[in-house]
């Protein structure tokens, strides 16, 4: 009877401990109906995982490796491309070199045949100025002579007029005296004809000094004129040089910003690239760990029914030996109530001894269910803190390793653009000392005046060597002319038709 009581509080205990605890148990015995599913899926699950990771690195490193190539892919191209920039404008310079060369050899022969042709010119204008003053020589001579023979033939006949007159004079005489008069006027005639070959022969050299003076004046004239055209030309050439040089600075220096844009750009790109998909690997990586963490705490939830049938059968016999204990008392009080109550009270004795019983064995049952119920709650409770302490735990430290990622990026990024900053600054003392090399601060106009100026200077030195040995050679033939008796031949007037 007492047993049976027993029996049906423990009943009774299990059915009121609720219909989740009937749940757990049936899902607790779908998994122990095979002991060995939870482990083979486990170790399925945790090489999926590995799978998924390699896989995963493998695409971040593969990624990592395809950015280097772009960036290097890049950085060569924009070197051939600034080779072949550098290339071209160093032939232009080279180019525009060779031209000046050329211009300048083609205006020395120019010159040079100039000068030729008005030397002989010159020859020729001297010759024929020389020709032109012997055949008015020439003329004036026979015009002379010509006088004198009629002037000798007035005299002559005059003289023979005068001793045909004189009739006292013997004719012996008359014939000595015409042969002497003969004579006095053939000598003078020589003599006057010597005069006038004489002042013949000083104009003509006189004036041919005075031609030559003024040939060599022409002559100094197109040689002042020849390296005045020369200097020009190189002034020119210089002044193209330089507008050459900057518009070739200023084209390295668009180049050369324009590829660092390109370069950093496509920097900038790659690294948004690879953050997002750290961000994104990161991301799947949180929602993974969220994931396991159910799964284990489903797991905990199935195992759980086991753990609890476990202290519920310790629960049941610590009530059965409890049982078996107030069976003992009783039938020792029962025996020792029959000893000393008188037989008419054993009935009444007997029914309040197992009233008393009945009531302790369903007090017993009371506390063992409510034992049960405490110890579910217990459980459930402490299960549940800790599974919300774990998620508390992992969101933390999910948590964490972003801040850490955000931090990571941000850093990366920071370090990115100060090195692009660090490049820009280094271009830009590139193109400075580039700029500075041409102008020295805002010298290349500095630069183009000291080079005309020097030029300037080698004009004026040139032209003034020029002038000097022109002076010296003016002078010279000066004294020569001097020295020979013919003046100052720089205040001889030519004939306009003697020489051009």
Do not use: W
Request: glycine share 2%.
């Amino acid at each position: 009877m007492l047993v049976h009581l027993a029996k049906v509080a423990i009943m009774f205990g299990l059915r009121s401990s609720g219909g989740s605890y009937e749940k757990m148990r049936s899902e607790y015995y779908l998994d122990v109906e095979n002991p060995f599913c939870p482990q083979v899926t486990k170790q399925i699950h945790e090489h999926e995982q590995e799978s998924e990771l390699r896989e995963q690195m493998s695409g971040y490193k593969r990624m990592r490796r395809q950015h280097q190539k772009q960036l290097i892919a890049l950085e060569n191209k924009l070197k051939a491309e600034m080779d072949e920039h550098r290339l071209k404008l160093q032939k232009e310079v080279e180019t525009q070199a060779n031209n000046a060369y050329i211009e300048l050899e083609k205006l020395a022969k120019r010159h040079a045949v100039h000068s030729e042709k008005e030397t002989k010119t010159a020859l020729a204008d001297e010759k024929k100025f020389q020709q032109q003053i012997v055949a008015q020589q020439k003329k004036e001579l026979t015009t002379f002579l010509d006088n004198q023979k009629k002037q000798y033939k007035l005299c002559k006949e005059k003289i023979k007029e005068e001793m045909n007159e004189d009739h006292s004079t013997p004719k012996k005489e008359k014939q000595e005296r015409l042969s002497k008069h003969k004579e006095n006027m053939q000598h003078s005639q020589a003599e006057e004809e010597a005069h006038l070959l004489s002042q013949q022969r000083v104009f003509y050299d006189r004036n041919g000094r005075a031609f030559k003076r003024k040939v060599m004046i022409k002559k100094h004239d197109l040689e002042q004129e020849q390296i005045r055209e020369e200097l020009n030309k190189k002034k020119t050439q210089k002044e193209m040089e330089h507008a050459m040089l900057i518009r070739h600075d200023e084209s390295m220096q668009e180049l050369e910003y324009r590829q660092l844009k390109t370069l950093q750009k496509l920097r900038m790109d790659l690294i948004r690239l690879q953050h997002q998909t750290e961000l994104e690997n990161q991301i799947e990586y949180n929602n993974r760990r969220e994931r396991e963490l159910h799964r284990k705490h489903v797991l905990e939830l199935r195992q759980q029914p086991k753990n609890l049938k476990a202290l519920e059968l310790q629960i049941k016999k610590q009530f059965q030996d409890t049982c078996k204990v107030q069976t003992k008392q009783y039938k020792a009080l029962r025996h020792h109530q029959m000893e000393v109550t008188p037989k008419a009270e054993h009935k009444t004795v007997l029914k309040a001894l197992k009233d008393e019983q009945t009531r302790k064995l369903a007090i017993l049952a009371e506390q063992y269910e409510q034992s049960i119920n405490e110890m579910m709650a217990s459980q459930a409770l402490r299960l549940d803190e800790a599974q919300e302490a774990e998620c508390q735990a992992l969101r933390h430290q999910l948590q964490q390793e972003m801040e850490l990622l955000n931090a990571y990026q941000s850093k990366i990024k920071m370090q990115t653009e100060a090195q692009h900053e660090r490049e820009q600054q280094k271009l830009e003392q590139k193109v400075s000392l580039r700029r500075a090399h041409l102008e020295q601060k805002n010298i290349v106009f500095l630069q183009i005046e000291e080079e005309l100026v020097s030029i300037q200077k080698e004009r004026t030195d040139r032209i003034k060597h020029l002038l000097e040995r022109q002076e010296r050679e003016i002078d010279t033939f000066d004294m020569e002319s001097m020295r020979l008796g013919f003046g100052n031949l720089g205040t001889l007037d030519l004939p306009k038709d003697d020489y051009r």
